[in-house]
């Protein structure tokens, strides 16, 4: 039986074996170093393809994964079949998530069968669906989840199929457990190994062409229909106007970023009334854009990217480590927060409070305080909340709810539902980061003890907030008149 930790313990995929599927001088040499090979009854003859099951890499370009599962779909001489897995019960997913996800999907399929890939959704559940199929493939491709829900299901999978397997980390710049060989403490702990690895991970996929080819009918994905027949039933929440889901969304976002905002990302991303970031979290939650892609193409673009690069690779790899290696639930303050957050949150548990909201008062953003009713607004209706104003949002909810317990379950519960990039570990990471994770102490004071503290004055002081109210207030009254 293979237990939940038991694919770090595996180790990557051994050198020997990587020569004999690809040619050395193709890629690379890290490139072995993203793959985990779990050997279950050897190399299979009698099958029929190479199973890649997509989930967390839901693109064709810069797929590690997929390029892997075509390779070696090459060399043992047979088709590639990619199954995807629709789980209507995913965990706090709703409409909103489910219609982004179906768009990128469209996209990817129209690219498949470009390279003569079959493929096949399935909705239900990847245990079944995935076992099934893999009765019949010769070997089995998957790529890297990162949270406890996704590592689980691959567990029991790989507890199920007997076949060889291989799991991909494609979503990372860095494969997870090569960044850092434990939980960080802070960015401070991971930065050195990122930067001195870093450059060395940056080799995307080339267009491999699939030797034995499907020539049969295209698949063709009805979205609309896979939507009101098995996903208009859960928890409605209106798709974003903003953002459209699919990897050429994602490229128009990058190349906007990068032409437009990149070369002042240092000086203006911070300032909610600028709107000066990439937006490309959804996209990279969705795995419909890699970070490979990404960095790539904003060190190439000969503008100043460090800060950018900060977020997206030292930040976001930072938050992946800590859900990889974290054994604590995220939703257990005392376990998981460094013990000087936990203690002076602790001792500061009874301060008075001089305004407790409900989830409806906030759900709704009907608080005493217009910037944080136009944050939240800004993630009803768009699905992306702008980065400072994520951490006043979160700052203030620890200090109008009645506990700490109360306001990391409204914060979970909120950010889960509305943002497009929610359910992610940049956002656990992110919510306990409002509670001292990943953070040093400061001054001590009421309520938050000696947990970084943010107020309004400090916004209106270094920041266009008017702008940024007035922004939202125009998205409202557009949403209004529909
Ligand atoms: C309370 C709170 C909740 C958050 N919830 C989420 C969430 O659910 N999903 C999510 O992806 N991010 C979350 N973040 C992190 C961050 O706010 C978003 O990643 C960022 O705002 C996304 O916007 P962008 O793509 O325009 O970012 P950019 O500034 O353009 O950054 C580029 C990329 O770098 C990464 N990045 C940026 N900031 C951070 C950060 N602080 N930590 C880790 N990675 C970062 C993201 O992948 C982002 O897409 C949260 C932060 C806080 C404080």
């Given at each position: 039986m293979l237990t939940f930790y038991d694919q770090h313990s595996i180790g990557t995929m051994p050198m020997l074996k990587w020569i004999q599927i690809v040619m050395?001088?193709?890629?690379?040499?890290?490139?072995?170093?993203r793959i985990t090979h779990v050997l279950k009854d050897g190399e299979r003859t009698e099958g029929e393809y190479v199973l890649y099951w997509m989930q967390s890499a839901q693109r064709t370009i810069d797929n590690h994964a997929l390029d892997f599962a075509i390779r070696y779909a090459n060399r043992l001489n047979c088709k590639l079949l990619v199954c995807f897995v629709i789980m209507p019960d995913f965990p706090n997913a709703n409409s909103r998530h489910f219609m982004f996800m179906l768009q990128g999907l469209k996209e990817v399929v129209e690219k498949l069968n470009d390279i003569g890939a079959m493929f096949v959704l399935s909705v239900g559940h990847p245990e079944i669906e995935v076992v099934k199929r893999s009765v019949h493939a010769k070997s089995v491709v998957m790529d890297q989840g990162y949270g406890i829900y996704e590592r689980k299901i691959r567990e029991n999978i790989l507890n199920k199929i007997n076949a060889e397997v291989y799991i991909v980390d494609t979503n990372l710049v860095i494969p997870v457990h090569k960044a850092y060989a434990k939980e960080a403490y802070a960015a401070y702990a991971i930065r050195p190994s990122i930067m001195r690895q870093m450059d060395a991970y940056l080799e995307g996929t080339y267009d491999v062409p699939l030797?034995?080819?499907?020539?049969g009918n295209p698949f063709v994905l009805d979205i609309d229909a896979i939507f009101h027949t098995h996903l208009s039933s859960l928890t409605s929440v209106p798709v974003s106007p903003k953002f459209k889901g699919g990897q050429s969304e994602a490229l128009k976002w990058l190349n906007t970023f990068i032409s437009e905002k990149l070369e002042k990302y240092n000086a203006n991303s911070s300032d909610p009334g600028l709107f000066g970031s990439s937006n490309l979290s959804p996209y990279l939650h969705f795995g419909h854009i890699s970070p490979v892609t990404v960095a790539n193409a904003v060190l190439s673009s000969?503008?100043?990217?460090d800060a950018f690069i900060e977020q997206l690779i030292v930040r976001r790899e930072l938050a992946y480590n800590y859900l990889y290696y974290a054994k604590e639930d995220y939703r257990d303050l005392k376990r998981t927060l460094p013990r000087w957050a936990f203690e002076t949150i602790e001792s500061h548990r009874d301060d008075e409070r001089e305004h407790i909201y409900d989830l409806q008062v906030l759900e709704q953003g009907l608080t005493h305080d217009p910037y944080w009713n136009a944050a939240q607004k800004e993630m009803v209706l768009t699905g992306h909340m702008h980065n400072t104003m994520r951490m006043y949002w979160g700052k203030k909810v620890i200090e109008w709810t009645e506990s700490p317990e109360k306001a990391l379950e409204i914060l979970l519960y909120l950010n889960d539902k509305y943002e497009l990039d929610g359910r992610d570990p940049n956002g656990y990471a992110g919510i306990l980061w409002c509670f001292g994770k990943h953070d040093r102490p400061w001054r001590e004071r009421p309520i938050f003890g000696k947990v970084r503290y943010m107020n309004a004055a400090g916004l209106k002081r270094k920041y266009n907030m008017k702008d940024y109210v007035s922004a939202i207030q125009l998205l409202e009254g557009e949403q209004f008149e529909k």
């Amino acid at each position: 039986m293979l237990t939940f930790y038991d694919q770090h313990s595996i180790g990557t995929m051994p050198m020997l074996k990587w020569i004999q599927i690809v040619m050395p001088n193709e890629v690379n040499m890290r490139y072995h170093e993203r793959i985990t090979h779990v050997l279950k009854d050897g190399e299979r003859t009698e099958g029929e393809y190479v199973l890649y099951w997509m989930q967390s890499a839901q693109r064709t370009i810069d797929n590690h994964a997929l390029d892997f599962a075509i390779r070696y779909a090459n060399r043992l001489n047979c088709k590639l079949l990619v199954c995807f897995v629709i789980m209507p019960d995913f965990p706090n997913a709703n409409s909103r998530h489910f219609m982004f996800m179906l768009q990128g999907l469209k996209e990817v399929v129209e690219k498949l069968n470009d390279i003569g890939a079959m493929f096949v959704l399935s909705v239900g559940h990847p245990e079944i669906e995935v076992v099934k199929r893999s009765v019949h493939a010769k070997s089995v491709v998957m790529d890297q989840g990162y949270g406890i829900y996704e590592r689980k299901i691959r567990e029991n999978i790989l507890n199920k199929i007997n076949a060889e397997v291989y799991i991909v980390d494609t979503n990372l710049v860095i494969p997870v457990h090569k960044a850092y060989a434990k939980e960080a403490y802070a960015a401070y702990a991971i930065r050195p190994s990122i930067m001195r690895q870093m450059d060395a991970y940056l080799e995307g996929t080339y267009d491999v062409p699939l030797t034995c080819r499907h020539e049969g009918n295209p698949f063709v994905l009805d979205i609309d229909a896979i939507f009101h027949t098995h996903l208009s039933s859960l928890t409605s929440v209106p798709v974003s106007p903003k953002f459209k889901g699919g990897q050429s969304e994602a490229l128009k976002w990058l190349n906007t970023f990068i032409s437009e905002k990149l070369e002042k990302y240092n000086a203006n991303s911070s300032d909610p009334g600028l709107f000066g970031s990439s937006n490309l979290s959804p996209y990279l939650h969705f795995g419909h854009i890699s970070p490979v892609t990404v960095a790539n193409a904003v060190l190439s673009s000969g503008q100043p990217c460090d800060a950018f690069i900060e977020q997206l690779i030292v930040r976001r790899e930072l938050a992946y480590n800590y859900l990889y290696y974290a054994k604590e639930d995220y939703r257990d303050l005392k376990r998981t927060l460094p013990r000087w957050a936990f203690e002076t949150i602790e001792s500061h548990r009874d301060d008075e409070r001089e305004h407790i909201y409900d989830l409806q008062v906030l759900e709704q953003g009907l608080t005493h305080d217009p910037y944080w009713n136009a944050a939240q607004k800004e993630m009803v209706l768009t699905g992306h909340m702008h980065n400072t104003m994520r951490m006043y949002w979160g700052k203030k909810v620890i200090e109008w709810t009645e506990s700490p317990e109360k306001a990391l379950e409204i914060l979970l519960y909120l950010n889960d539902k509305y943002e497009l990039d929610g359910r992610d570990p940049n956002g656990y990471a992110g919510i306990l980061w409002c509670f001292g994770k990943h953070d040093r102490p400061w001054r001590e004071r009421p309520i938050f003890g000696k947990v970084r503290y943010m107020n309004a004055a400090g916004l209106k002081r270094k920041y266009n907030m008017k702008d940024y109210v007035s922004a939202i207030q125009l998205l409202e009254g557009e949403q209004f008149e529909k």
